[in-house]
């Protein structure tokens, strides 16, 4: 009788903390308003690309002040380092610290001022997450899809926007950071003493023994991450990086077993059975986060060059198809998202699809097999735990949140007005040659919905590299082996190797149908029931198939669709430069002019097949970035920088009709 009466009073509990979080959702109940209406940006006198800025201006784009700093600012359960480590972490041979303003700004963060959510100053998109007691610095949304041009002194922010950021580069130095830390006495012994005096570490050997772990799970990182081709600014393969983060944490003894005794991989002197035991002892089948990081540490101590290159080979697969960072808003009325229309928007999906992304940037993920059944077991069919850092209840907040941001429309008083005259026969234009694709959209309509249009990559002509990557790359299942994942053309088995994507797939649900164990029981099983109930219920986007022209998914090729790009409606790209997926084309005029081929004439106008990004003064005559010589050197002819295709009405455009047309952009 005792036991029923306690069920009945936690479920009556449970039932109204459900009733008042389901009240106080709305987003804009939580935002505080801050008394900053430049939202917190810092101006910058002159950087490393000779850009400057003295005033920053945000545009109407459906948010204010309070909106855009809890963009900033709320986590994601992003965990790069100890939060202690990156406020006193200096350069590497510097006394400077690295998070100073104009570092950060050198890989194209964004500097802020301190804020009431912001005390510490950090750039927009760098934030404090709180995981299992412990304080790590990590990245937000807003790191990658916060935007900003410069011209005639003011930046104009762009909510939203894609970044300039080069995370791949920043990640390096970061190691090399951390490295030269750990290894130079007088920089390490600085760095303890001012760890220490921020009180949350008690010893020196404590803060030894995380500057040693941080230290070799960024190295590897970037050794599992490298790539044959470098991404520069406003660009990174995050599919890729997240793929090798998933098949990481998949890997399980039997698949390491099967790799280092094999001959093929580890050459002339693979390990005997004993020695492998040897190396795993105190290692669990499935392995938590510290026992991955003590097995890496013994593989690097144990295997030669070449054979830790070898397995790096067998169990990854090569992030070298860099795309532009993907603008965010209509996002929440999209039917399908990303480049190659690999996500579907409807039930799960954002959530899905966000907690995928946190994976690549650093979540904590301490996924473990267990005997007892969990929430993941019904509805993810595993018996193993995917607890993380992945905090989906602000995941699905932020989606929320994007549902209300808008296009940015052009700033006339700051970029010049627009002609009219000239905008009107762009118009023209653009119902010959862009309508039947990129369809008109109305941009602050809250009924609106975006049908993704799909073009199969041969037809568009365009890089086909990232979408190839997506049908392509596969890795050991390890723990999922043997269950069952939807895809397009029905439920998979999951064999000894399997398809990323779908790997991807099973995994992000498991997260997802996985409380978070880090808050006390009952806001954890309520937030839980609010989110699954909510994104189910307030999701008006529902399932439905792809439109367009592309190769249906079918038994025998169940990820065909994902071989094609997607095109959307274009309101806003004036403010998205560089142009393609693969950002290979550094303004609109330039894409509208043809690809040079070897038997065009050299008196002809064409695409810029070499020019250089990382600066943000912007170019009102070409709509995009300028060029001045200074940041990253693309060069289209790399494998994955290619800037042929999306040429449908190059040819046949004078100098005025491109101008012309440009016009009519700039009013979307």
């Not at 109407?60 to 990156?86: H, I, K, V």
Request: one cysteine or more; aromatic letters at 10%.
């Amino acid at each position: 009788m005792l036991r029923r009466r306690v069920l009945v009073y936690t479920l009556v509990f449970m039932a109204l903390f459900m009733l008042v979080t389901i009240l106080i959702e709305a987003p804009s109940s939580r935002l505080i308003p801050e008394n900053e209406p430049e939202r917190g940006a810092a101006t910058v006198q002159q950087d490393q690309f000779g850009d400057s800025f003295t005033t920053v201006k945000y545009l109407e784009q459906g948010w204010d002040a309070a909106d855009s700093l809890w963009f900033y600012t709320t986590t994601q359960g992003s965990d790069l380092m100890p939060y202690d480590f990156f406020m006193v972490l200096e350069q590497p041979g510097k006394t400077e610290l690295f998070r100073a303003d104009n570092n950060m700004n050198f890989y194209r963060y964004l500097p802020q001022k301190a804020t009431r959510t912001n005390p510490d100053a950090l750039p927009v998109g760098w934030v404090k997450d709180d995981y299992k007691g412990k304080e790590y610095i990590g990245l937000t949304c807003a790191a990658c899809h916060t935007g900003q041009i410069n011209y005639n002194g003011v930046g104009i922010r762009i909510d939203g926007g894609p970044a300039t950021a080069d995370m791949e580069t920043i990640m390096k130095d970061l190691a090399k950071a951390l490295k030269h830390t750990f290894e130079d006495e007088e920089t390490r012994n600085r760095f303890v003493k001012n760890v220490l005096a921020r009180g949350n570490y008690k010893s020196e050997s404590e803060v030894l023994e995380d500057l040693k772990r941080f230290k070799q799970r960024l190295i590897s990182y970037i050794d599992v991450n490298r790539s044959n081709v470098a991404y520069g600014y406003a660009r990174l393969d995050a599919f890729g990086r997240i793929y090798n983060r998933v098949l990481e944490h998949l890997v399980n003894k039997r698949v390491l077993k099967e790799l280092i005794l094999d001959g093929q991989i580890m050459g002339d002197n693979p390990m005997s059975p004993e020695e492998f035991d040897q190396l795993m002892l105190n290692v669990d089948n499935v392995m938590t986060g510290e026992q991955r990081d003590d097995l890496v540490g013994r593989l690097i101590e144990t295997l030669d060059g070449w054979q830790l290159g070898r397995l790096r080979q067998a169990l990854f697969n090569k992030p070298n198809a860099p795309v532009s960072y993907p603008f965010l808003w209509d996002i929440a009325q999209h039917d399908y998202v990303q480049w190659n229309g690999l996500a579907e928007n409807a039930g799960l999906g954002p959530i899905g699809r966000n907690a995928g992304e946190v994976i690549g940037v650093f979540g904590m993920l301490d996924w473990k097999e267990e005997k007892r059944t969990t929430l993941s077991t019904i509805i993810g069919s595993t018996n193993i735990n995917f607890s993380s850092s992945v905090n989906v209840h602000n995941l699905r907040q932020i989606e929320s949140h994007l549902g209300k941001l808008q296009s940015p429309e052009w700033p006339e008083d700051i970029l010049g007005a627009i002609d009219k005259q000239s905008a009107e026969r762009g118009g023209s234009l653009y119902d010959k040659h862009c309508v039947e694709c990129h369809t008109r959209i109305e941009r602050a309509d809250p009924g609106r919905r975006v049908v993704a249009r799909m073009s199969r990559v041969s037809d568009v002509g365009t890089d086909p590299i990232m979408a190839a990557n997506s049908i392509n790359a596969s890795g050991y299942s390890g723990i999922l082996r043997n269950r069952y994942v939807s895809v397009g053309a029905g439920d998979i088995l999951l064999d000894e190797k399997a398809p990323v994507a779908a790997l991807l797939t099973k995994a992000t649900l498991n997260v997802v149908a996985t409380p978070d164990a880090d808050k006390w029981f009952f806001q954890r099983w309520a937030d839980w029931i609010v989110d699954i109930v909510m994104t189910f219920f307030s999701n008006e986007i529902k399932p439905s198939i792809k439109q367009g022209f592309y190769d249906p998914d079918t038994t025998a090729m169940p990820l065909a669709s994902l071989n094609s790009y997607k095109a959307r409606p274009l309101n806003g790209i004036w403010a998205t430069a560089p142009y393609l997926h693969n950002g290979s084309v550094p303004t609109l005029y330039d894409l509208l002019l043809p690809k040079k081929r070897a038997n065009d004439p050299d008196d002809g106008e064409y695409r810029p097949d070499y020019f250089n990004v990382g600066s943000r003064e912007f170019d009102p005559y070409k709509v995009g970035l300028k060029d001045n010589d200074q940041g990253f050197s693309f060069d289209t002819s790399k494998i994955g920088n290619s800037n042929a295709g999306h040429e449908y009405a190059a040819h046949n455009l004078n100098e005025k009709d491109r101008l012309d047309l440009l016009e009519y952009l700039k009013t979307l």
